[in-house]
């Protein structure tokens, strides 16, 4: 119960294109975090979704929060050669820690 | 305004030897994990710390490692008799608490390979 899905596993877009990555959960989700990592680097804190159907803007990326909090996506619009990298979203495992429960990840790759 | 610290960033150990791997939170933080991350895998969550407190551990083998955050210092991820499949990129996180909205911060890693 605890595993978080993504989808698809791997991308590859010509640049320009759109592209969208979904995290899914069987169970309802206190909250949805996004991060992404570089090929060769550490995963980064891109954002963190609370509230049931939210939805956020970071310039080309834009983060959903599905209405029941199970499920959430990030959609990155006219993807540039920078996107490229593995997106995992990360849900709070609960209770008296604070671990986060990564998803299995969605490798992006752009075409220039 | 340094990030979260970990050294080394590559370490190569022959099985049997010990591994320890290093991290220090940013400034002001003081609760930290670990994970383990397997080529081509995602991050498993190993183990989460407050200053010379265990909190959780559930995703520590049982045996060969250990980890400590002690009052002075940083935080240490110790891996005893070390073997093939203990290689993987070990990363560290840190956030000012425990708090449920708090996002972690992770440092570069340190890149683990086995002989």
């Known amino acids: 119960g605890q595993q978080v899905m993504q989808i698809p596993q791997y991308q590859h877009v010509q640049e320009g294109e759109d592209f969208t990555t979904y995290c899914n959960s069987s169970?309802?989700?206190?909250?949805i975090q996004w991060y992404k990592q570089r090929p060769g680097g550490h995963p980064v804190f891109l954002i963190q979704?609370?509230?049931?159907?939210e939805v956020k803007k970071q310039k080309r990326l834009t983060f959903q929060f599905g209405e029941a909090k199970k499920n959430s996506s990030l959609h990155i619009t006219a993807t540039q050669t920078t996107d490229v990298g593995t997106y995992f979203c990360?849900?709070?495992?609960?209770?008296?820690?604070?671990?986060?429960?990564f998803g299995t990840g969605t490798l992006l790759a752009v075409q220039p | 305004n340094a990030g979260v610290m970990q050294n080394p960033r590559h370490l190569v150990r022959r099985r049997g030897q010990e591994a320890r791997l290093r991290c220090s939170p940013m400034?002001?933080?003081?609760?930290v994990y670990w994970y383990r991350q397997l080529p081509e895998e995602g991050l498993k969550f190993m183990v989460y710390?407050?200053?010379?407190?265990?909190?959780?551990e559930s995703g520590m083998p049982k045996e060969r490692f250990s980890a400590e955050f002690p009052k002075e210092g940083p935080s240490i991820l110790r891996i005893q008799q070390v073997v093939r499949g203990d290689s993987a990129a070990y990363f560290c996180?840190?956030?000012?608490?425990?708090?449920?909205?708090?996002?972690?911060?992770f440092g570069d890693g340190t890149r683990l390979s086995i002989l």
């Open positions: 996180a840190s956030s000012p608490s425990g708090g449920s909205n708090q996002p972690q911060h």
């Open positions: 169970t309802t989700l206190s909250n």
């Open positions: 979704l609370v509230k049931s159907g």
């Open positions: 990360a849900r709070r495992y609960g209770g008296a820690t604070n671990k986060l429960i």
């Open positions: 400034k002001g933080h003081s609760h």
């Open positions: 710390l407050q200053k010379e407190n265990i909190i959780d």
